[in-house]
């Protein structure tokens, strides 16, 4: 092993908005703030941190002229009822498939949220059979 993975950063226009909705989406607590620089995340693990970008381009996906750099998965038991929570926060919803969907965060990056519960392999699990999906 050469190191760890310590963060994941996003440019965004305005670190604190989006530190705050992914807070909540996440669950996390903000760990520092530093000027221009935030993260969250739990204490020795892995943080997701959100720098100010003035002339941040959001993408567009899945428009090739403003394409996605990074994307993150949010893995929920429920995707019916995760939806109207994360866009109570300000997310936008633009795609969906069967056991995901694809939402744009209040600074234009695409995430998505998963149906299921993490499986050995670290991928989502199939969603559970129902009548309506």
Not at 5 to 21: G, N, Q, Y
Not at 61 to 67: E, F, Q, R, T, V
Not at 83 to 89: Q, S
Request: aromatic share 8%; net charge negative.
């Amino acid at each position: 092993m050469i190191g760890r993975l310590s963060t994941v950063v996003l440019d965004c226009p305005d670190p604190r908005a989006l530190a705050e909705f992914y807070s909540a989406v996440l669950g996390l607590p903000i760990t520092r703030v530093d000027g221009d620089w935030i993260d969250i995340g739990e204490p020795g693990g892995t943080a997701v941190s959100f720098q100010h970008a003035p002339d941040h381009v959001p993408p567009r996906w899945p428009d090739p002229a403003y394409p996605q750099q990074i994307h993150l998965d949010v893995v929920v038991g429920d995707i019916e009822e995760a939806e109207p929570k994360v866009l109570a926060l300000g997310a936008a919803k633009i795609g969906e498939a069967p056991y995901f969907r694809v939402y744009t965060d209040p600074a234009g990056h695409p995430f998505c949220l998963v149906w299921g519960q993490p499986g050995e392999d670290g991928r989502p699990e199939e969603p559970p059979a129902t009548a309506d999906r």
